[in-house]
């Protein structure tokens, strides 16, 4: 488990090897014909997780962010980040060689246009981009003078020589005990909808829905329990899953049989031509249906209908049972994370604490639940200046003591009940007067957004400005979203719902979405204070029409050490306060060590 948090995919060794690399690449592009290429990080289904053997951005460049995407020409090269990576990504590449550059300050397709040489032949690989990105990529190239041309097999391929192999996990069945509904209820909402949408099948190319759709869980990719592979469901007949049957588990294969044929992935062209041929109108996922699948259709004579997949918002909608077992998950990790504060306000004082200690620590903890699956993604550990790089990821090079001053750690858990997203900032010794001020204002905006009330339709971008108030108003502000979806023993960033200047879709009733405002000074430390929040009917007096609010899944405390409680207002002291009497309420019963509940007391005395 830890050899994947602590060492780097290719840091230190890409990094230093990125021209080499590079230069393999541009030789392999000469090759073909071609005067560049657009390498993303991401795989056929765009997750923000993948297999090994779709790390090509990380291995070509050394950057191993979850988001990114590099463009190498002849004689320069890009690397586009979002705000989450300003910081890490220049210290994980060759400067020489490849030019970092903040997506806020110009999008790739923007340097396309600038940059491509006139008659040039940009090459892109279809499987690993969206229609919509590609249709900006082509107008990029045309616009320069140039031509984007799809490739015939990946050429980052064909220079990685020790890439590999594609993943072959076991595929479990998910039960309805947990899943709170069948797989059979499930295809017979989602052929409703496709019958009003007008359309004669959905190619289903998001794994995470192909999970829940169906009721499996796998282990294709790190920290999240997927099978990667391909459905269809047409309007009437039967469904088809495109995995390899040997991963399937008998009782897999026994719960798949009523409601699936299992066809190999290889047939995964063939089968969507047949589909497609006559005319058929096929939805492709316009989040995740990769260029390559609407071409399929299309030169099969079918109508590639670009649009959502209706499952999407489905599965964000968690259900009676989901929601307990979500409850139920939390309680757990937060007995956890409880054990896991204790511990690190014992031990840390006394120096000789590194990152990885912590990060080694509270996986302990969680495993001692003896529920554990996984962590939900790589734990953020952030000494120091290392917290103020927001996803922060611990290696063996880069592993810092933990002295006195901030520690941020961010971390979550995989149970198959539900799954958990925590981050908490702890004073190590005596806080200075600008920590606490800082650390007031995140948490001043944490409870804007956790107590906020507002009429069904509300989108998350109307809510975001709620976590940020309190910095704006000091000149300050930080460069994330304020927070993401989550699911349910699924992904640990789930959609489409997120509290951000982007969050287009409305929060609905049984939505997990998480609230991590923050505040990251550079060079010297970060804030950040996350709980997980679920979308909630609430009942007002008078109100002329529905309205929704928030309540708080996750239990832990928050350092009461950080907080100035002059810059607290009554209603969000009192909130605290309320907050802090449920953590210990909730949680105290369940911790067996006396010390322990007894740190857990005066962590969430009042103030």
Not at 148 to 162: I, M, R, T
Not at 199 to 222: E, K, M, Q, T
Not at 526 to 545: C, D, K
Request: aromatic fraction near 6%; charge should be negative.
């Amino acid at each position: 488990m830890f050899r994947a948090v602590f060492q780097d995919f290719g840091e230190g060794v890409a990094a230093a090897a990125g021209a080499e690399r590079i230069g393999r690449l541009r030789a392999e592009l000469r090759r073909r014909g071609l005067d560049g290429f657009i390498a993303p990080r991401a795989d056929e289904h765009q997750g923000e997780y993948v297999p090994p053997c779709a790390e090509r951005l990380a291995w070509l460049t050394g950057f191993t962010g979850s988001a990114g995407c590099a463009v190498i020409l002849m004689d320069r090269a890009a690397l586009f980040v979002d705000g989450r990576y300003v910081l890490q990504a220049p210290r994980q590449v060759d400067g020489s060689v490849i030019e970092v550059i903040p997506l806020a300050q110009t999008a790739p397709e923007a340097w396309i246009r600038d940059c491509l040489p006139a008659g040039a032949r940009l090459g892109y690989d279809p499987w690993l981009h969206v229609e919509a990105a590609a249709e900006r990529y082509r107008a990029a190239a045309r616009a320069a003078g140039g031509e984007l041309v799809a490739v015939n097999g990946n050429p980052v391929d064909a220079v990685w020589s020790d890439r590999p192999p594609a993943p072959a996990a076991p595929v479990r069945v998910h039960p309805e005990s947990l899943a709170g509904e069948s797989a059979g209820a499930r295809l017979g909402r989602l052929r409703e909808a496709l019958g009003r949408q007008g359309v004669d099948g959905l190619l289903v190319s998001d794994p995470h829905n192909v999970a829940w759709l169906f009721n499996i869980r796998g282990a294709d990719v790190p920290h999240t329990p997927l099978a990667l592979g391909y459905a269809f469901v047409p309007l009437e007949g039967r469904a088809e899953l495109f995995l390899d049957a040997r991963k399937l588990t008998s009782e897999a294969a026994a719960a798949l049989e009523p409601f699936a044929a299992v066809t190999p992935p290889a047939a995964l062209t063939e089968r969507l031509r047949a589909r497609a041929a006559g005319g058929a109108r096929i939805r492709i996922d316009s989040a995740t249906g990769a260029a390559a699948l609407a071409g399929i259709v299309r030169d099969a004579g079918g109508e590639a209908d670009v649009g959502e997949d209706p499952l999407t918002l489905m599965k964000a909608r968690k259900n009676a049972v989901e929601l307990a077992g979500a409850r139920a998950a939390h309680l757990r990790d937060g007995v956890a994370v409880c054990r896991f504060l204790h511990w690190f306000d014992t031990a840390a004082p006394g120096g000789g604490l590194t990152e990885i200690d912590a990060v080694a620590a509270l996986e302990t903890f969680r495993r001692e639940t003896n529920l554990l699956e996984d962590i939900s993604f790589p734990t953020i550990a952030g000494a120091g200046p290392n917290g103020a790089v927001v996803h922060y990821r611990v290696t063996g090079a880069s592993n810092a003591p933990i002295g006195p001053g901030l520690f941020l750690i961010d971390s979550g858990a995989q149970y198959r009940d539900g799954t958990t997203d925590i981050t908490r900032t702890i004073a190590v010794g005596e806080p200075d007067a600008e920590m606490r001020d800082r650390f007031t204002r995140v948490l001043r905006g944490h409870i804007a957004v956790a107590t906020a009330v507002f009429p069904a339709g509300t989108w998350g971008a109307q809510l975001d400005s709620f976590a940020r108030r309190p910095l704006w108003e000091a000149g300050l502000d930080f460069d994330h979203g304020t927070g993401h979806g989550v699911g349910s023993f699924l992904s640990v960033h789930e959609g489409p719902q997120r509290i951000s200047r982007l969050g287009n879709v409305a929060l609905e009733p049984g939505m997990i979405v998480s609230n991590e405002p923050g505040y990251y000074k550079a060079g010297a430390w970060g804030i950040r204070i996350e709980n997980l929040l679920v979308v909630e009917e609430r009942e007002i007096p008078g109100a002329e029409r529905p309205m929704l609010g928030f309540g708080t899944l996750t239990l832990a405390p928050i350092d009461l050490r950080l907080v100035e409680p002059a810059l607290l207002t009554d209603s969000e002291r009192a909130w605290l306060n309320a907050y802090h009497a449920r953590v210990h309420e909730e949680l105290a019963p369940q911790v067996a060590d006396a010390a322990a509940r007894a740190w857990l007391r005066a962590a969430t005395r009042p103030i």
